[in-house]
């Protein structure tokens, strides 16, 4: 397996994988399905003007809506299966297009607690988000089936007489106490994520100031961003010839943004996502707010661009009076951001 060379052609059969033939095709031989762009599978040839072959899935839903022929717009009503060009196809000799081979599908990674499931290599991360009760359960089983070797090997050494060595503990492992979080997390988390704000007196302070977050995705495998920034409204004071405040808040906006799972995901977004800003004392109440995602709404249609446009969230989410002293600590704000089912 090798890249295609400068002369040659590469093609996509319906298994995703990428082919080259070994020998140069006639001009005059069609391998390609001109509805899926792909390698022809069972083609088939229509009672039409063309005369072009297309795969049997892909014209039997325009057959079964009679619609006309894609091509020369002809009404048709026979598709004869053409099985000498499909012996043609089935003759040629053909080599594997070796990229990256992300599509290729490769064992779950819990495949030793009994996941048989096989995706692509480029799927593999949304696999282990979309399954992480199926994989707890499949642990959980396979934690029992170990204990029960465990003891039955236990009770053989002690017929036996043989001194026995204790098992390993299965109890409760303690947590330790992690680490602050950096100001900028690391890209690509899944929810729930924690979000620290820096320097909040400065954005204060310049009125223009504006916190965005790293991307990170929702369970779901939707990409969002978190900005945050203060919302000053001001109003002209006519007697005193001048603008003065008169509404200080911080305001809170998410953005969906392009994704690396987007082709498999439904859209729009539908769903709530909770954002939360933890309140730093201990024992009191964090302030949170619920963005929804209705069906229709265009803050959560696809993005083709890397851009933010869509915003979601809340103008008025907390009162600048209100962050110190229990949400603004040493000159930083926590953030955490969950998705709701």
């Known amino acids: 397996m090798s890249l295609p060379g400068p002369s040659e052609k590469s093609y996509f059969d319906h298994d995703g994988l990428e082919i080259v033939f070994v020998k140069q095709l006639p001009p005059e031989l069609q391998v390609e399905c001109s509805i899926c762009l792909q390698l022809l599978a069972e083609p088939v040839i229509l009672n039409c003007n063309c005369g072009v072959n297309f795969c049997k899935k892909c014209i039997e839903p325009i057959k079964v809506k009679r619609n006309p022929c894609p091509l020369c717009n002809v009404n048709f009503g026979v598709t004869v299966r053409n099985k000498q060009l499909e012996r043609t196809l089935n003759g040629l000799q053909r080599r594997l297009v070796k990229r990256d081979c992300l599509v290729l599908p490769i064992e779950c990674e819990f495949a030793y607690a009994g996941c048989t499931e096989k995706v692509p290599q480029a799927n593999m991360a949304a696999h282990l988000v979309d399954k992480i009760a199926q994989h707890m359960t499949l642990l959980a089983r396979q934690h ?168 979601n969230g809340w103008p008025e989410f907390l009162g600048l009076r209100f962050l110190y002293p229990n949400y603004l600590v040493n000159d930083q704000l926590v953030f955490c951001v969950d998705c709701v089912e």
């Open 144 to 311: 029992r089936k170990d204990r029960t070797e465990i003891e039955a090997l236990r009770g053989t050494v002690n017929s036996k007489h043989l001194p026995v060595q204790q098992p390993p503990t299965f109890g409760t492992i303690p947590i330790k106490k992690s680490k602050p979080l950096p100001i900028q997390p690391p890209a690509y988390h899944t929810v729930p994520i924690e979000l620290t704000v820096s320097h909040v007196e400065s954005l204060r302070d310049e009125r223009q100031g504006m916190w965005t977050s790293t991307p990170f995705y929702l369970k779901t495998g939707y990409k969002m961003v978190l900005e945050v920034y203060p919302d000053y409204q001001c109003e002209y004071d006519a007697y005193s010839d001048y603008f003065k405040d008169y509404h200080n808040f911080l305001a809170v906006y998410l953005y969906i943004i392009r994704g690396e799972f987007d082709e498999q995901l439904k859209w729009p977004f539908v769903g709530k996502v909770d954002v939360k800003m933890i309140n730093q004392r201990q024992g009191g109440k964090h302030q949170t707010a619920t963005a929804k995602y209705y069906p229709g709404d265009s803050r959560g249609a696809r993005r083709w661009r890397d851009s933010l446009s869509g915003r």
